[in-house]
Structures are given as C-alpha cells and as structure tokens.
C-alpha cells in the first residue's frame, strides 16, 4: 500500500468533513490530471486542502442545481413525492461542510 499516503492524508482529511471516499479519490485524479501527475500534489496539499475543498464544493452545487432543475418540475406535477425533502437534506449537509471549512482555523493565523 506504499507510495499511496499523499492519497490516504487526502482521504482522511475529507472524510472529516463528510466527503465520500469515492468522490474524494476521482477529484484527486482529476486535479492531478489537470497539474500533469504527482507533481500537482502540492496545489492540492496547500492551505490544507483548500483546493481539493472547493472543487469539491463545486461539483455539489453542480449535482445540487441539476437535481433541483429535475426536482423543482416533478415535485410541481407531484407535489407529494417528498423531491423537496430529499434535496433539503443534500444541501443541508453540504451546507454543514462548508461551514465547518469556513470555521477550521486559519493557516494564517
């Protein structure tokens, strides 16, 4: 499992803050896609994590805005689907996560 720990830190440290594994690991792929390889671990690392953090911010909303889209015109046809509940209950804990980043204690402080 050596050579991986850059990884695993990454994984902890998300999952403090209520991102699934799975996620986690494709962002990282991602972003060490778009720096060109292991030499982007650094860009991720920084201001701990802090780019990692809102991309995966970022891609919620996304999720979030393209499910509300579908929710907002079935919970009209159907208003007692419980579409709204469950989009409250996604955005409630994405809500929770970010304020948790929002309140971690500042590298520069």
């Keep these: 499992m050596g050579g991986n720990t850059r990884m695993d830190a990454a994984l902890d ?64 046809a159907t208003p007692t689907t419980g579409t709204t509940e469950v989009g409250s209950s996604a955005t409630s804990e994405r809500r929770r996560r970010k304020r948790r980043w929002d309140e971690r204690p500042s590298d520069n402080a």
Aim: charged share 35%.
């Design 13 to 76: 440290a998300m999952r403090q803050l209520g991102f699934e594994e799975n996620l986690v690991r494709k962002t990282v792929e991602e972003l060490l896609d778009v720096y060109e390889g292991i030499q982007g671990w650094p860009f991720i690392e920084e201001g701990s994590y802090k780019l990692l953090i809102e991309t995966l911010l970022c891609a919620e909303d996304k999720d979030d805005a393209r499910r509300d889209g579908v929710g907002e015109t079935s919970s009209a």
